[in-house]
T-cell receptor, first 115, second 112 residues
Framework: DGGITQSPKYLFRKEGQNVTLSCEQNLNHDAMYWYRQDPGQGLRLIYYSQIVNDFQKGDIAEGYSVSREKKESFPLTVTSAQKNPTAFYLC??????????????FGPGTRLTVT | GDSVTQMEGPVTLSEEAFLTINCTYTATGYPSLFWYVQYPGEGLQLLLKATKADDKGSNKGFEATYRKETTSFHLEKGSVQVSDSAVYFCALLTDSWGKLQFGAGTQVVVTP
């Protein structure tokens, strides 16, 4: 089955620690995205990558970092510089990051709690 | 900049009732429009989409028509079920680099 996997589903960390969230897709999609969702709010874009070895900041990139060394993988690191890291994180992918109206497919999400 | 406005929830209705969730947008150019659904604790699933004016997207009994003159993409379903209880997000996609702009989401609660 093709799809997007995110692991783990729940993640707990102490304040001051960096943490990396995994995102893998086997859809052969070029573009991948990371979103953050807070309770009662829509999704906000953290980072996106249109192609391997290239990525750009989204609307709320501060305190986060990413890499795109393989087409299938787009891990997100939440650093200690992120002021309010507790949130639900969603990874998505699409055939292309350019025009064409291509929909994005989402993974099941990782709920990160930092105390 | 681009933006999406959708009606606030929660929307509570009885099984078999008619559902409408309003969505309006502001965008430059000619965006594609989407409705996504999120069940509790899960990621988002694409419900339907429309890529040009007057297109109607439909899936699982849900429909939405891309109205350029009113910049709207309202979601409708004629007869809801308890299993339709979820949060629904309207979103637009610009032509530039694939950024999805989401509305705040509308929670729908369907009671038996």
């Amino acid at each position: 089955d093709g799809g997007i996997t995110q692991s783990p589903k729940y993640l707990f960390r102490k304040e001051g620690q960096n943490v990396t969230l995994s995102c893998e897709q086997n859809l052969n999609h070029d573009a991948m995205y990371w979103y953050r969702q807070d309770p009662g709010q829509g999704l906000r874009l953290i980072y996106y990558s249109q192609i391997v070895n290239d990525f750009q900041k989204g609307d709320i990139a501060e305190g986060y970092s990413v890499s795109r060394e393989k087409k299938e993988s787009f891990p997100l690191t939440v650093t200690s510089a992120q002021k309010n890291p507790t949130a639900f994180y969603l990874c998505a992918s699409s055939i292309s990051g350019g025009g064409g109206g291509y929909e994005q497919y989402f993974g099941p999400g990782t709920r990160l709690t930092v105390t | 900049g681009d933006s999406v406005t959708q009606m606030e929830g929660p929307v509570t209705l009885s099984e078999e009732a008619f559902l409408t969730i309003n969505c309006t947008y502001t965008a430059t150019g000619y965006p594609s429009l989407f409705w996504y659904v999120q069940y509790p604790g899960e990621g988002l699933q694409l419900l339907l989409k429309a890529t040009k004016a007057d297109d109607k997207g439909s899936n699982k009994g849900f429909e939405a028509t891309y109205r350029k003159e009113t910049t709207s993409f309202h979601l409708e379903k004629g007869s809801v079920q308890v299993s339709d209880s979820a949060v629904y997000f309207c979103a637009l996609l610009t032509d530039s680099w694939g950024k999805l702009q989401f509305g705040a989401g509308t929670q729908v609660v369907v009671t038996p």
